[in-house]
């Protein structure tokens, strides 16, 4: 574990495989770039952990540790997307060499969807797994439940696995009910950015559960708006979009809960990336 003074932040990171892992992600005989994954809400990078060896086998991969998440101590300023992809953008400028691809998961893709928006030139691709582009897109139970996420919860939720995981790992574990309501008014926040979406070129693979925490109708706008499913791409490929080479991806028997573990979403971003 390494740790990363950023914006008044030690971010810990963990890098996984080498810079010269054997990867030809282009087929131009460089290594392919380095990949970034960001986790999901009172996660940490270890969730990734059943996916390293496939992801590990040609480049390097680096795993990190949000604010207030897993190994990363909480600091004096409230959660939000866009501080936090300020900590990723000083990131990918110390590890070099960029750009970099990464993958970001539910709250982790929220980071993630900022990141490339902020910091364009860092981004080479893009996967966003379980994550929309406007706050309205959830469910209005889902955005309920968020709304109950408070220091009181947080005692509640001791007994929970995700509480044993962070113990074992979080420097303060007394921070504990900071981070839920810290994360509870992150997750409650109204955001609209299908504006700046629309203006993302990095090639992004959207990664949905057919049984997500948002429409399928809200998935396939976010689609549009990358340039995708805007008409059939014919037999030669003339009808892919030209601006945004982006994927959709919606895989069946999966909820919002386990689709990071899913073999099918393994194999869709080994072959996006």
Not at 36 to 65: N, Q, Y
Not at 138 to 153: C, I, K, R
Not at 161 to 170: F, G, M, N, R, S
Request: charged share 15%; net charge negative; with cysteine.
């Amino acid at each position: 574990m390494t740790y990363a003074d950023v914006n008044g932040l030690s971010l810990a990171y963990q890098e996984h495989g080498s810079v010269g892992a054997a990867g030809d992600s282009d087929g131009d005989g460089a290594a392919a770039p380095t990949l970034i994954l960001l986790h999901g809400g009172l996660g940490s990078g270890d969730t990734f952990e059943p996916l390293l060896p496939e992801l590990t086998k040609a480049r390097r991969v680096v795993t990190v540790d949000l604010q207030a998440h897993g190994r990363t101590a909480d600091v004096d300023r409230p959660l939000r997307f866009e501080s936090m992809a300020d900590d990723i953008g000083a990131l990918i400028a110390r590890l070099g060499p960029g750009p970099v691809d990464v993958l970001g998961y539910s709250l982790g893709g929220g980071v993630a969807l900022r990141t490339v928006i902020q910091y364009p030139a860092l981004v080479r691709r893009l996967v966003l797994v379980s994550t929309p582009c406007r706050y309205d897109a959830f469910f209005p139970e889902v955005a309920a439940a968020t709304g109950q996420m408070t220091a009181e919860l947080a005692e509640m939720m001791k007994q929970a696995p995700i509480y044993q995981a962070y113990a074992q790992l979080a420097p303060r574990v007394e921070d504990w009910p900071v981070l839920v309501a810290k994360t509870g008014a992150l997750v409650s926040s109204e955001y609209d950015w299908t504006a700046e979406a629309a203006a993302i070129t990095a090639p992004t693979l959207l990664a949905y559960a057919d049984a997500d925490s948002f429409s399928p109708a809200s998935m396939v706008e976010f689609y549009g708006l990358l340039g995708g499913g805007q008409r059939d791409a014919g037999w030669e490929g003339s009808g892919l979009p030209p601006r945004s080479p982006s994927q959709l991806a919606i895989l069946p028997g999966t909820s919002h809960y386990d689709i990071i573990l899913s073999p099918a979403l393994l194999a869709a971003v080994v072959a996006f990336l």
